[in-house]
């Protein structure tokens, strides 16, 4: 029993998220509602170079309309009122994003919930559990350390869950909507100044913040170990961290030969 509740304590130490309860946050619904990411309100100056395709793209790529890289840095401004759930240097294909959870009246008189997702950033300028105002800037165009051409990655989600952990969920309509046809479906909505309980911490994504903070070590410039250190005596593995270990080095294979066979190259968004 004492072993147990060891290893529990160890487990909370590594990863407090998992230790709290889901909780919520107070938020006004969206007095007049959702407007576009860039070239606010309606897009001004941009275009779509990809968009929404269920079990495909799974959001869109807004572009300046001078190409390349002109719209590097670039204001990105926040859909609507809302409050910030994730706001991070997820590295991999993805670089800065901000996710902003939205509380709004459907059509049919049900209060609803939508995050909306801003990827490639270069800038963030929000931080966690912030509350940000429609058209409010929160960050600026990027290209994820030069993937790809200056481009915002935007997504509107049904599902709370998802997080950066996309793998886990299925990649359809039931948990994306096309985002341009949700900001014009929603661009003016009942005036209310009523406050709404916002569900919070509803991702739970241990691997992903792994993986990222792996990838944050790897680049930097550190020098490396003396080859005549000692290496520090490790435990065994269980076979499911055996696994594990394996899975996320295959991962990391995977995304670094892609970027070596040139199927990653700047211009082409895979997420």
């Keep these: 029993m004492k ?3 060891l290893s529990c304590f160890a487990a909370l130490l590594v990863f ?16 007049d509602g959702f407007d576009y990411p860039v ?5 001004q100056g941009y275009y779509l170079a990809r968009g929404f395709r269920s079990n495909g793209h799974l959001g869109e790529d807004w572009n300046g309309r001078g190409g390349g890289n ?21 590295r991999e294909g993805w670089g800065n994003v901000i996710i ?12 609803e919930y939508v995050d909306s997702l801003y990827g490639h950033l270069n800038e963030r300028h929000v931080s966690l559990n912030e509350t940000v105002q429609r058209g409010q800037q929160i960050g600026t165009i990027g290209t994820n350390r030069g ?24 990649r359809n309509s039931s948990n994306y ?22 569900p919070v911490d509803t991702f739970n994504d241990p691997t992903a913040d792994q993986f990222a903070d792996f990838m944050a070590r790897m680049s930097t410039t550190a020098p490396p170990p003396s080859p005549a250190a000692k290496p520090e005596p490790r435990q065994a593995q269980t076979e499911t961290e055996a696994q594990e270990s394996q899975g996320e080095r295959d991962k990391i294979r995977s995304f670094w ?8 190259t700047p211009g082409i968004d895979p997420a």
């Design 39 to 43: 070239g606010k309100p309606d897009g």
């Design 100 to 111: 902003i959870r939205h509380a709004y009246r459907e059509s049919n008189g049900r209060i």
């Design 147 to 170: 993937m790809y051409w200056a481009h915002l990655h935007f997504e509107m989600r049904k599902n709370l869950q998802i997080g950066m952990n996309r793998s886990e969920f299925a």
């Design 70 to 90: 002109t719209d590097l840095g670039d204001p990105v401004y926040a859909s609507a009122h809302g409050v910030v759930v994730f706001s991070k240097d997820q």
């Design 3 to 5: 072993i147990l509740c």
């Design 257 to 264: 030969g892609k970027i070596r066979s040139g199927s990653v």
């Design 177 to 198: 909507y096309d985002p341009s046809g949700f900001v014009a479906s929603h661009r003016q909505l009942q005036p209310e100044m009523r406050s709404v309980r916002v």
């Design 16 to 31: 407090p998220q998992m230790a709290s309860a889901q909780s919520s946050v107070a938020l006004t619904l969206p007095a």
